[in-house]
């Protein structure tokens, strides 16, 4: 029987001649074993960061609205991009009589919520907003000098007017005192610091639809309305992106503009349809 030290002798020497034997087969399995370790390592520091690159998104209701129908298109923005932060703005909401209040001082109400958010995200944000609220979101984005709203989404939005009587023209020019300044239709002093501050965007995302129901005529969600004998007139031949008086245009051209239109879906239910999310939405949320 051998001793112990006998015992350990070969033991060593049994080790060293597998060493030598396989060693170098070792050596290569330790250094593939390290690069795919590596590898993997990297992927999961290049998902981590695409997760925690999300920027945060800003949803604005329209009109009667309340946070709570939101709640619905915040899961699916979860879903789509987990851990991403979603703010539902509060204020003017419900169905009281405080969403019918002038515009220009629901666009200061919202701004006042909006600003601390984009201030906080030095990444930037994107703006999700619906019907009414949009309008509000596009004033906000004229009157905010360096915000850093990457992507505008415009949904279901009455953004070249909701019909009322398109032959009256002058009136409406000469007494609507947030629609017709927005859109260039009467010359406002201060509308080539907005343009400058609207053009700060990277994405103007619209998105309606021939079902609406509420929005009339429907692609006014695109910048259509009417002319004074009632025939749509689409955006590009509108006057106000014709002479670029707000920056249409010029998204255009550089090529920032994307239109998204789904039949099939009433006004209250764009913000329900998953398929309206996943077409129209989910892949500006990045």
Not at 93 to 103: F, I, K, V, Y
Not at 157 to 162: C, E, I, L, Y
Not at 270 to 285: A, G, H, P, Q, S
């Amino acid at each position: 029987m051998q001793t112990k030290a006998q015992q350990m002798t070969t033991l060593s020497t049994t080790l060293a001649r597998k060493h030598r034997c396989c060693g170098g087969r070792e050596m290569k399995s330790l250094q593939t074993i390290r690069a795919v370790s590596l590898l993997l390592l990297l992927l999961l520091l290049l998902m981590g960061a695409h997760i925690d690159g999300y920027k945060p998104v800003i949803l604005v209701h329209g009109l009667f609205d309340r946070p709570q129908n939101y709640e619905i298109l915040t899961e699916f923005i979860k879903q789509a991009h987990p851990d991403t932060e979603v703010h539902v703005i509060s204020v003017y909401n419900g169905t009281t009589m405080r969403s019918l209040r002038p515009l220009w001082r629901q666009v200061r109400g919202f701004e006042e919520k909006i600003k601390p958010i984009m201030e906080k995200s030095p990444d930037g944000v994107h703006l999700l907003c619906f019907s009414q609220g949009a309008l509000i979101c596009r004033a906000i984005l004229y009157k905010t000098a360096h915000h850093n709203v990457d992507t505008f989404i415009s949904l279901a939005s009455p953004q070249a007017g909701q019909y009322g009587d398109p032959h009256q023209g002058p009136r409406y020019r000469n007494n609507n005192y947030f629609l017709a300044r927005i859109n260039g239709d009467r010359p406002d002093p201060k509308m080539k610091v907005w343009k400058e501050n609207f053009l700060r965007i990277k994405k103007l995302v619209l998105i309606g639809g021939p079902d609406d129901g509420a929005i009339t005529p429907w692609q006014s969600s695109l910048f259509g309305f009417y002319d004074e004998e009632e025939n749509v007139v689409e955006m590009k031949d509108q006057n106000f992106y014709k002479e670029d008086l707000f920056g249409l245009k010029t998204l255009d051209d550089r090529g920032d503009i994307s239109t998204c239109v789904h039949s099939g879906v009433y006004h209250t239910r764009w913000t329900y349809n998953r398929t309206v999310f996943n077409d129209c939405i989910e892949k500006w949320l990045t």
